[in-house]
């Protein structure tokens, strides 16, 4: 099958971010870079369908040109071609970068003379999180899609996505060309190997410009929200914490 | 938090390797009533200790860091943190081939175990190890790996339990306050603590420490690159975290190391990547911790390739974890250890590695408890910068321009590239205009050698063997042999402007001179004094001349390399009140030297002042009028011919020169480098140098400088002096000549002096009752006695003149006789050319 994934070069998740003295920003001297954790899935996802029936996996990025360390890292895992749209704007809203990666979808699709079969995208990005881009596009497509997919088998014609809710699993079939939106612990993404980075160094970036949407959305400033902390209770020490730390084993029905 | 501090003898800041090494060994020599303090959590607060590779090489060219890594490795073996792999060092070129043979002399020097091994060999201690890509190798069977955090915590239950130490994690120093110049007290986020000590052991961040109270470690953060590859089922079936040799790559600048299941493969060979000590991120920031930043992965990638040549399996593992960790990196890539000149009490230990962490910690503790560590400290005293060496730009581009030498081929007389011409003399037209080749010199740019003195070689050309050896070749040219025999035959004039000079004035001048220096110095206005100053142990701590310039005015005259470190010992001992003066007017000074059998007849040409030797003898000084220059000369010689050392302002040096250099045109005058200075001349003389025979570790009556009596006055160190006096020394100061260039297997070298072993005929390393081992402190041609000379310390059993033993250089052994035992001159010994 051709899959095409789209991904998203956003900060790598475990660090406080710092905003840039003028908020318009973060401050990124000091940041590692990453593929949005649910795409980083939908690259295993792929690169594990393909390994398995066989086809290509296309992974398509909108971002600064730095976003090419992500191109190569998907490379590195097993990615087979790459497509950068390079863009030094920073404010891509949902339905400009939706717009910008059909139009890109559309001249690959073009260019290749066949659809992709499945178009994946993560649930929502670990920076923004607008959870917007992969619907709109899919509409835009005219394509199936669902969200939320921890599971995915191909079936021919069409493919079974999972969804995890709360009393189950919900389970649609979508006839291809279809879209999904994944959602981490679909799989346990592996990491690059030696000789996938060194494939990964050499490796052609096909780059497109993207086509600028206008949505009318604009940035104002960033803001740090406030943390949430947690609190952390001292219930003594030696001995004597012994009767507190009783009273909570009972209140929860541990003992 | 009130059982949080408000006073302590000392603060120790830092809970890495370093900090905790030092609150134990504060606490072994009795120190009570120390805090520790941390701005991160325990047991590991985030900084560079907590992402070490933790191996130990312990051979190094260099003495004090290879004692320091031993008696690491001891300590980490005691507290049963260590686990001994080995080490291999492969060679890819054959360059590297000729470095592991030193390695192999190193190993020799300090009673290391270690062997050349050959292809096969290697493959059998690393199976997975593509042996088709590499030369050879140099294995080292006691490298070890150790737990640092785990030693780190024993270190300060050590103290804990001994009632000394209070530990306080999570707290961060805001400031650290200063009265008159003294520690009084730290500032933190959970109270002030007063206190009279405090020890900056903060590895990266310890700039930022220091500048709260107003001093300086210079050292700045850099990357070193390091992923972990794995699973490797190779690694795993060996159940253990280490189970193969570490290996060095030395010629990619990579290693690999096995931990457990995984393979860690760390660089040096990226581009050098620096933080500032102020933007690195808190521990709230990082992803990681503070001192793992984000790898970036373009800088690694070449290495992979080679390292997957050398080792294909890891081809198909997976890069599971990478960082740029952080390290300190420093100006000269040694440690910063002992008091900051700039404010007394208060002490650094940083820019320390795993490997000596724990062997620096109980360096500095000797050092703060009885006036001077066992292990002769000169290389990692942080008084050892002149100023403008502590400024950010000279630490990056000096820390940039080493970084790749990490696993480099250095050569022992290798002379930087970077921030040259900082410090040059007014000469430095004159001397760049007679082609001087210049070394540098306490960073001053200072002659070596002139290429204008090529001609030279044809007069003298047949009296200077070859040097088939390019490495023996290498920062050397034989014209400094050629200048030597022309000083020898004519004159020479020499640019000595790195001379450290300091006025020493005030009513209690003397009796401070008196108390600083073991020889006396109350002997008549216009005296020139010999010296040495010694640690309150009685071991060197320097040697200077020193001219009574007045009933209270004392000059002292160092040299360039320890002028630093000689100022801050003088401003140490300075008393509280105002009686005594201490000035630096090294650069208000120049200095020509004059010498050769020509010198009077050149002196007396452009002086009206009595120069014969009966009105200016040998050993003294007068102040004189050069041409219109204004002057002092002061007759010395420390090559060992008549002439003098003529001072004058830094302005007038460039006429001075130029009156000096048309006088003796006729007398075949020629310009010479401290080639002949600092070496040739100097060895001829058996003429001790600090930092190479003089060491803390030896007195002067081992060195062979005792005088015959001991002045009445008190001085730093006398009571060991004494004791020194009445016992047989260990060891002596010897003058050793090489017996053939050509080695026992046949290979002509000029070994160079850098702690070559001194051998039995049998090839033992010899060690003196005090554990010291008899290594070459210098080396270098003899022109004059048509030979080459060491200058080494042996045991009075060895020390028999005429005895045959051997030296080791480049792992080959060449035959030496003991010339001369003790300090009498090998050329000229009763000094009748310098002395009339």
């Known amino acids: 099958m051709r899959i095409l994934v789209c991904v998203k070069r956003v900060p790598a998740p475990g660090a406080k971010i710092v905003l840039t003295p003028d908020a318009q920003d973060i401050d990124a001297s000091l940041l590692g870079f990453a593929i949005s954790p649910h795409e980083e899935c939908a690259v295993e996802e792929a690169v594990r369908i393909v390994e398995r029936e066989g086809g290509s996996v296309t992974v398509l990025t909108l971002g600064p040109p730095e976003a090419e360390e992500q191109l190569r890292a998907a490379v590195a895992v097993g990615a087979t071609s790459v497509v950068l749209l390079p863009s030094d704007i920073p404010d891509w809203d949902p339905v400009s970068t939706s717009a910008a990666l059909v139009s890109a979808i559309a001249r690959l699709e073009e260019e290749q003379g066949e659809p992709f079969g499945l178009v994946m995208f993560g649930n929502e990005s670990a920076d923004s999180g607008g959870f917007q881009v992969g619907i709109r596009a899919a509409r835009s497509l005219g394509r199936p899609m669902v969200t939320g997919i921890k599971g995915i088998d191909t079936e021919g014609d069409s493919i079974a996505a999972r969804r995890e809710t709360p009393s189950g699993w919900e389970l649609y079939r979508l006839p291809l060309p279809a879209v999904v939106g994944v959602k981490e612990g679909i799989n346990l993404p592996r990491y690059p190997t030696l000789k996938g980075r060194m494939a990964a160094r050499r490796a052609p970036v096909q780059t497109m410009e993207p086509v600028a949407g206008s949505s009318g959305q604009s940035k104002v400033m960033l803001m740090t929200p406030p943390d949430a902390g947690s609190a952390v209770e001292i219930l003594g020490e030696g001995p004597e914490a012994v009767p507190a730390i009783v009273d909570i084993m009972e209140s929860l029905g541990l003992v | ?36 303090l941390d701005k991160g959590p325990l047991p590991n607060p985030g900084g560079s200790t907590g992402h070490a590779s933790n191996f130990i090489y312990p051979v190094d060219h260099n003495k004090e860091m290879a004692h320091l890594t031993l008696d690491s490795q001891v300590q980490y073996e ?17 360059a590297r081939m000729h470095e592991l043979n030193r390695r192999m002399t190193s190993a020799k020097s300090w009673g290391i175990d270690s062997r050349l091994v050959t292809r096969e060999e290697i493959e059998e201690l690393v199976p997975f190890l593509d042996v088709n890509v590499v030369l050879g190798g140099w294995f080292s069977p006691t490298v070890s790996v150790v737990d640092s955090l785990r030693a780190g915590t024993l270190m ?39 206190c009279e000590y405090v020890v900056i052991a903060c590895g990266v961040w310890s700039p930022r420490l220091a500048r709260m109270a107003g001093a300086s470690i210079p050292l700045t953060p850099a990357v070193h690159q390091m992923i972990d590859v794995g699973p490797l089922e190779i690694l795993s079936a060996t159940n253990s975290e280490i189970g193969y040799p570490i290996v060095r ?68 593992a997976e890069i599971k974890y990478g960082i740029n960790g952080l390290l300190s990196l420093t100006p000269d890539a040694m440690p910063l250890v002992g008091e900051t000149p700039e404010v007394k009490n208060l002490w650094s230990c940083a820019a320390i590695w795993i490997k000596e962490g724990p062997g620096t910690g109980r360096a500095l503790a000797e050092w703060m408890t009885q006036g001077y560590p066992e292990i002769d400290p000169h290389a990692s005293d942080i008084a050892r910068f002149y100023p403008y060496m502590k400024t950010e730009r000279h630490i990056l581009d000096r820390c940039s321009e080493h970084f790749n030498k990490t696993y480099g081929i250095v050569h022992p007389r290798e002379q930087w590239d970077s921030r040259r011409n900082s410090r040059v003399s007014t000469l430095h037209a004159t001397t760049s205009a007679l082609g001087a080749v210049y070394f540098e010199a306490g960073g001053w740019e200072r002659p070596h050698w002139y290429e204008s003195n090529a001609p030279l070689l044809e007069e003298y050309g047949d009296r200077i063997p070859e040097r088939p050896h390019e490495w023996d070749r290498r920062w050397w040219s034989p014209i400094q042999n050629a200048e030597h025999l022309a000083l020898r035959d004519r004159v020479g004039m020499i640019d000595l402007t790195a001379f450290a000079i300091f006025d020493i004035t005030g009513s209690g001048a003397l009796q401070f ?10 002997r008549p206005v ?38 630093a470190r000689d100022a801050y010992w003088f401003r140490k001992w300075l008393p509280e009140s105002d009686c005594v003066t201490f000035a ?29 030797h009966e009105g200016f003898p040998y050993g003294t000084w007068k102040h004189a009028t050069i041409d219109s220059i204004p002057v002092t000369m002061f007759r010395i010689s420390y090559v060992g011919d008549l002439g003098w050392e003529i001072y004058t302002s830094m302005e007038h040096a460039p006429m001075l020169w130029e009156t000096l250099w048309e006088a003796g045109q006729d007398l075949g005058v020629v310009p010479v480098g401290a080639g002949v200075y600092g070496t040739t001349g100097r060895l001829e003389k058996g003429y001790r140098l600090m930092g190479a025979e003089l060491e803390s570790e ?139």
């Open chain 2, 156 to 194: 300060r239950e050590y103290a804990l339990d001994l009632g000394a130490l209070s530990v306080h994690p999570v707290t961060e120093v805001l400031d650290i306050e200063t009265d008159r110049g003294r520690i009084s007290a730290v500032v933190t986020n959970k109270g002030r603590i007063a």
């Open chain 2, 698 to 836: 030896y007195n002067p009556v081992e060195a062979g400088l005792a005088r015959r009596l001991v002045k009445k006055a008190d001085f730093v160190g006398k009571e060991a002096y004494l004791k020194a006096r009445e016992e047989d020394p260990a060891a002596v100061c010897c003058t050793l000549s090489l017996e053939s260039y050509v080695s026992t297997s046949g290979v002509a070298r000029f070994p160079m002096g850098g702690n070559e072993p001194i051998l039995t005929q049998e090839g033992d390393r010899i060690v003196d009752r005090k554990g010291r081992v008899s290594r070459v402190t210098s080396a270098g041609a003899s022109p004059s006695l048509d030979t080459y000379l060491f200058l080494g310390y042996l045991p009075p059993e060895f020390a028999q003149e005429g005895r045959s033993l051997q030296i080791m250089y480049q792992n080959e052994s060449f035959p030496v006789k003991v010339a001369r035992v003790g300090s009498k001159p090998l050329f000229d010994p009763d000094d009748s050319r310098m002395k009339s």
């Open chain 2, 513 to 522: 001179v008196q108390y600083m220096t073991v020889n006396q110095v109350d």
């Open chain 2, 249 to 316: 790559d030395m010629d990619t600048f990579c290693y690999e190391r096995q931990t457990g299941g995984s393979m860690e493969v760390g660089s040096y060979a990226h581009r050098p990547i620096f933080h500032h000590p102020d933007t690195i991120p808190s521990i709230e920031e990082a992803r990681l911790s503070p001192t793992e930043l984000p790898l970036t992965m373009d800088d690694f990638d070449p290495q992979l390739e080679q390292a997957v040549e050398l080792m294909p399996f890891l081809g198909d």
């Open chain 2, 1 to 36: 938090m009130s059982d949080f501090p408000s006073s302590a003898h000392v603060v120790v800041i830092g809970a890495g390797i370093v900090g905790n090494s030092v609150v134990k060994h504060l606490a072994a020599h009795g120190w009570r009533d120390i805090v520790q």
């Open chain 2, 584 to 612: 630096d007017i090294t650069s208000s000074i120049s200095t020509i030297g004059v010498w050769g059998p020509s010198a009077r007849r050149l002196v007396e040409r452009v002086t009206d002042d009595d120069v014969s």
């Open chain 2, 526 to 563: 216009g005296s020139g004094i010999y010296t040495p100053l010694l640690t309150e142990e009685g071991g060197f701590r320097s040697d200077l001349t020193i001219l009574r310039m007045g009933e209270d005015h004392f000059r002292v005259i160092t040299g360039g390399f320890d002028g």
């Open chain 2, 78 to 94: 005691e507290m049963g943190v260590s686990v001994t792999s080995g080490g291999l060092e492969v060679a890819r070129t054959e």
